[in-house]
């Protein structure tokens, strides 16, 4: 698959664009690490598992809209810190 030797920051304009492959290649690449950012944050497996579906489509919907000059990593971050952020004021 091409997107597998493409940055973060490459797929991220594909994904922005409209390439489906690109955005399952960064949700394939930071499911884990996102899983285990919102675990460590909320300290539930299914509500860390609930938060990264959450990031993930808000991602997915805000990609076109993202600066392209900012880092991929640290937006995808901030969004999934906003989303345990709103969870615990539940």
Not at 30 to 48: C, I, R, T, W
Not at 53 to 58: H, K
Not at 63 to 87: G, Q, Y
Request: net charge neutral; hydrophobic share 40%; proline share 3%.
């Amino acid at each position: 698959m091409r997107s597998i030797q493409l940055a973060d920051e490459e797929l991220a304009q594909l994904a922005a664009q409209g390439d489906f492959d690109a955005f399952e290649e960064l949700a394939r690449r930071y499911s884990s690490p996102l899983f285990k950012f919102a675990f460590g944050m909320v300290h539930n497996q299914e509500d860390a598992a609930e938060i990264l579906q959450q990031t993930l489509i808000q991602v997915h919907k805000a990609l076109p809209r993202r600066n392209p000059e900012a880092s991929f990593r640290s937006w995808l971050f901030t969004i999934a810190r906003h989303k345990c952020v709103d969870h615990s004021r539940k």
